[in-house]
């Protein structure tokens, strides 16, 4: 059994027992083992004695501390994928790992500094999170995740615990005011959809003129206000993103504020669909000093399980940056 498959039969076994024992969904139970699993007790006052004693020995046969960081996410991932099978609306799907992986790697070449501050303003479950944090390692990251999903921000939270990341977390609206300050760089896999409460939209300059404003559309203004003059934002978007009715807004929007850096189009073999099909949308916030791109990196990218043709593409858009930095010290 390898590592990864380890820890999802203990995530899974046990929190099948406790979602028998506490009356739970799945994904609440697998919070409440993996709280249990990171404080190496059963926490639980309801548990019966016997569970107790079947639980306890589970978490006595796991030692965190010889599992690496990305083998704990997996494992945990694993257990949570098959909790939403049965319970999660399609804007809670966890953004699969091949996309936060190269998130990560675009991160850290536009983000150069030691040490910086990330902000995921849709943290969901953590994944997206920690899958960069833990292709950073080296970097001094001081992370912030947002989510307004009661269960979902529990799993951030124990998702962090258990791989040891210091991750600052706030259960709320994100288009509500947000009590941070301000980040370096902002990752999001944007939440699709109409957004509810129009009278908040109304503070939005990408606000509809009639009817409910697209969410992702307002994660995007938000994240601006939310990230410092010459900070990066890192967005999984639909591909249409600038095809819809409500696009003119948005053009307006980041012609004012913003310079778009790169598009890359995922692989459509990522996507049940064409129309589910995404994109990794690259923007940086003007100010003083900040120079557009010579030329924005736009890309297809290849299938991620083809090696070669994966590295060819990564060529590319080292060459890019080579060729943007000569240009930007001009």
């Given at each position: 059994?390898?590592?990864?498959?380890?820890?999802?039969?203990?995530?899974?076994?046990?929190?099948?027992?406790?979602?028998?024992?506490?009356?739970?969904?799945?994904?609440?139970?697998?919070?409440?083992?993996?709280?249990?699993?990171?404080?190496?007790?059963?926490?639980?006052?309801?548990?019966?004695?016997?569970?107790?004693?079947?639980?306890?020995?589970?978490?006595?046969?796991?030692?965190?501390?010889?599992?690496?960081?990305?083998?704990?996410?997996?494992?945990?991932?694993?257990?949570?994928?098959?909790?939403?099978?049965?319970?999660?609306?399609?804007?809670?799907?966890?953004?699969?790992?091949s996309i936060g992986m190269f998130i990560?790697?675009?991160?850290?070449?536009?983000?150069?500094?030691?040490?910086?501050?990330?902000?995921?303003?849709?943290?969901?479950?953590?994944?997206?999170?920690?899958?960069?944090?833990?292709?950073?390692?080296?970097?001094?990251?001081?992370?912030?995740?947002?989510?307004?999903?009661?269960?979902?921000?529990?799993?951030?939270?124990?998702?962090?615990?258990?791989?040891?990341?210091?991750?600052?977390?706030?259960?709320?609206?994100?288009?509500?005011?947000?009590?941070?300050?301000?980040?370096?760089?902002?990752?999001?896999?944007?939440?699709?959809?109409?957004?509810?409460?129009?009278?908040?939209?109304?503070?939005?300059?990408?606000?509809?003129?009639?009817?409910?404003?697209?969410?992702?559309?307002?994660?995007?203004?938000?994240?601006?206000?939310?990230?410092?003059?010459?900070?990066?934002m890192f967005f999984v978007i639909p591909n249409g993103l600038f095809?819809?009715?409500?696009?003119?807004?948005?053009?307006?929007?980041?012609?004012?504020?913003?310079?778009?850096?790169?598009?890359?189009?995922?692989?459509?073999?990522?996507?049940?669909?064409?129309?589910?099909?995404?994109?990794?949308?690259?923007?940086?916030?003007?100010?003083?000093?900040?120079?557009?791109?010579?030329?924005?990196?736009?890309?297809?990218?290849?299938?991620?399980?083809?090696?070669?043709?994966?590295?060819?593409?990564?060529?590319?858009?080292?060459?890019?940056?080579?060729?943007?930095?000569?240009?930007?010290?001009?």
């Open positions: 059994m390898t590592p990864v498959e380890k820890l999802f039969t203990l995530f899974n076994t046990t929190a099948d027992l406790l979602k028998d024992e506490l009356s739970s969904t799945y994904l609440e139970a697998l919070a409440e083992t993996g709280e249990n699993l990171f404080h190496g007790a059963v926490l639980q006052d309801e548990v019966t004695e016997f569970s107790r004693k079947k639980l306890d020995k589970a978490y006595r046969g796991i030692r965190l501390e010889e599992f690496s960081k990305e083998e704990i996410r997996k494992g945990f991932q694993l257990a949570i994928l098959k909790g939403m099978q049965k319970h999660v609306q399609p804007n809670h799907q966890m953004t699969p790992d990560g790697y675009l991160v850290s070449k536009f983000v150069e500094d030691k040490s910086f501050r990330l902000l995921d303003p849709a943290v969901g479950t953590g994944n997206l999170l920690s899958t960069v944090l833990n292709q950073l390692e080296s970097r001094d990251i001081d992370s912030i995740g947002i989510e307004i999903n009661e269960v979902l921000i529990r799993l951030a939270y124990v998702n962090a615990n258990l791989q040891r990341h210091s991750v600052e977390l706030f259960n709320q609206d994100s288009l509500e005011p947000l009590f941070v300050d301000p980040a370096d760089a902002v990752i999001c896999d944007l939440p699709v959809g109409y957004y509810p409460n129009d009278l908040r939209a109304q503070e939005y300059q990408v606000k509809a003129s009639e009817g409910h404003t697209y969410s992702h559309h307002l994660f995007i203004e938000q994240s601006t206000r939310y990230v410092k003059e010459g900070g990066y095809e819809s009715e409500q696009a003119p807004l948005l053009h307006e929007f980041i012609k004012e504020n913003i310079l778009i850096q790169g598009i890359l189009q995922l692989p459509q073999s990522l996507f049940k669909t064409k129309n589910a099909a995404k994109s990794i949308l690259i923007l940086q916030r003007k100010g003083e000093g900040v120079k557009a791109p010579k030329q924005v990196l736009l890309a297809e990218l290849p299938k991620l399980s083809d090696g070669p043709a994966v590295n060819r593409m990564l060529g590319k858009i080292d060459g890019w940056f080579t060729e943007n930095k000569r240009f930007a010290n001009k």
